[in-house]
């Protein structure tokens, strides 16, 4: 610390370095002296620390001195950089995934530290000998790593990310904290010695634990699944540093389509987008369907009163129900978006570890073929119905990216409301009431910054005799409340375009 402040000093001095304290010394001397103290950041090449006892992770006076020196000086101090990066090369060199970080609470925020150390070196020293090093841990943080998982939630938008972060936020009012970065993963040893730590359902990357480290996304393991600020404030600046040499140029900008750039403003989930631009105030009240539709007619008489129009998602199994045909018909004569929901309203991954596929590339390909081919009995065609809503509304990765094979765009609905709940029954554990769905949306409009901007609003055209207490009947109040709020809603197509 008092290193990084005679360096600031000096390089605001009238005279530069040449500015003394009160001691008579020059501030550049003052800072080498502090720089002397501790050449190597202690926990670099070390298997262990104690929490945060080497906070912060990394010396920035280092940096922010050499910059100001010259000659020996200044490859004495950037000398010190590279010891420690040796230190910690001499581990990682030995495993496959340059791993030289301990394993120990907030490994995320040493890795993010060490990553920042090597660019640092590299900018004052032109060595590019630990590029792959820095790399790799850039890489690790991003889901280069055993779990297989980015340790940042919601970046990648299309990647694994944790969902379940220890965070009030989103455990209790689903707030999505996209950019921050959790603690990461910890010696088994410490896990299995820590109080108060329960896992609320089952470890999906069970499969990855080992004697070595863990790493849980749940909501109940604080060491490794908490978010830290600090670390993602260090994350922030290691990524504005990448980006400020990637190579991106305004060209690519100035000759992007509409659809290309209007994409960097949608939320993804596995892929999926489930958020439109948010800043605009807009929003699209989407329905799907397999083998319900009693609530169909009922609300299409309410979006032709209120002149509005929605977006339809249907199996295989619904379009070619004789018993849906004229339903189909009327919705199409109205001008609402009709598009594909599989054709067997297949579930295409388990729903307590997302990344365990049941059905290969093959059966999903064959299975959405057939959905366009009963859709064909209707006119309907890809290339105007080229989004795609995953049956039960459970997707991961993979069938973003087999979706874009067939040229498609994968959707899902908005995180944030139970809207999506009202299918449920009264003795199903999940169930949520009418009045207890319409009260997540109002309570989100009015609690999020952003409201129901850009929201993909889903519903079911049908729950079925199991559910007496349908929530279609509380439509025509709900978008009268959104007309109050002045909500534009649109189809998919339009709040995507």
Known sequence: DMELAFAEVSSLSP????????????????????????????????????????????????????KQLKGNKKDSVIGFYKEGIERVWNIAKNNAFYRGVPFIWCSNNLTTSFAIQCYWYRQLSNDKTFDELEQANFDWLFGCN?????????????????????????????????????DGPVYTSIYKNLI??????????????????????????????????????????????????????????????????????????????VRGDSTKKQLAIVFSGDEFAEGGNEVLNTLKDHNIKASFFFTGNFYRNPAFTTLIREIKKDGHY?????????????????????????????????????????DLQKKTSHFFLPPYEWHNDSIAAWTKDMGLQLINFTPGTLSNADYTTSKDHNYRSSDLIYNSIIKFQENSSAGLNGFILLMHAGAGPGRKDKFYKRLPGLLTFLEKQHYKIVPINELLN
């Open 196 to 273: 108060g730590i329960t896992l609320y359902k089952p470890d999906e990357h069970e499969a990855f634990q080992s004697d070595l480290a863990v790493y849980h996304d749940d909501y109940g393991d604080y060491s490794t699944n908490e978010p830290t600020m600090d670390g993602t404030a260090s994350l922030i600046y290691l990524l504005a540093a990448k980006e400020a040499v990637s190579p991106v140029s305004n060209v690519h900008a100035k000759n992007a389509t509409r659809s290309e750039l209007s994409n960097e403003t949608f939320s993804y989930t596995q892929g999926a987008i």
């Open 146 to 182: 055993p779990w297989g998982t980015s340790m940042v939630y919601g970046l990648p938008s299309w990647g694994d990310t944790p969902t379940d972060p220890h965070s009030s936020f989103t455990h209790l009012a689903n707030y999505p904290i996209d950019g921050g970065l959790i």
């Open 15 to 66: 005279k530069g370095g040449r500015g003394v304290n009160m001691r008579g010394h020059s501030f550049i001397d003052s800072a080498l002296r502090y720089a002397r103290l501790e050449p190597v950041t202690p926990w670099f090449g070390d298997d262990t620390a104690k929490h945060y006892q080497w906070y912060p992770f990394i010396n920035v006076g280092h940096y922010e001195l050499a």
């Open 338 to 378: 009709l598009g594909p929901h599989s054709n067997k309203h297949l579930l295409y991954c388990d729903w307590n570890k997302r990344d365990s596929l049941l059905v290969t590339k093959k059966q999903f390909e064959e299975d959405l073929r057939e959905n366009y081919k009963e859709m064909k009995t209707f």
